[in-house]
């Protein structure tokens, strides 16, 4: 019922920065939190960070004072702000829509855009 896609990854040097963007459309009615979640091979798909509908953010302890969520709901769209990149930063990242703040997830998710930083 709810689609997410996910634009703006890319190659990028250690230091450097990408903005990722994320549109929904579909039935947003019941949906109350948009985030982004990244998976590198072999290892769980994690928090990156995450934001309800009043403004409210949760982070991961690695993007904390690098990264910066935001969201524009008249849009439905929702950012994230990479700035001081590092190589263990590579991975792809996804979008992803959430009934409720509180849970670790949502059943909705985009496909995907491809992170990597490197020299």
């Known amino acids: 019922q709810v689609q997410l896609v996910e634009s703006g990854g890319g190659l990028v040097q250690p230091g450097g920065s990408l903005r990722l963007s994320c549109v929904a459309s579909?039935?947003?009615?019941?949906?109350?939190?948009l985030g982004w979640y990244r998976q590198v091979p072999g290892n769980q798909r994690e928090l990156v960070a995450r934001?309800?509908?009043?403004?409210?953010?949760k982070y991961a302890d690695s993007a904390k004072g690098r990264f910066t969520v935001s969201r524009d709901n008249a849009k439905n769209m929702v950012y994230l702000q990479m700035n001081s990149l590092k190589p263990e930063d590579t991975a792809v990242y996804y979008c992803?829509?959430?009934?409720?703040?509180?849970?670790?997830?949502?059943?909705?998710w985009g496909q995907g855009t491809q992170v990597f930083v490197s020299s």
């Open positions: 992803n829509a959430a009934f409720s703040f509180y849970s670790d997830y949502g059943p909705y």
């Open positions: 579909g039935n947003m009615n019941h949906i109350n939190s």
């Open positions: 934001m309800d509908n009043g403004g409210r953010a």
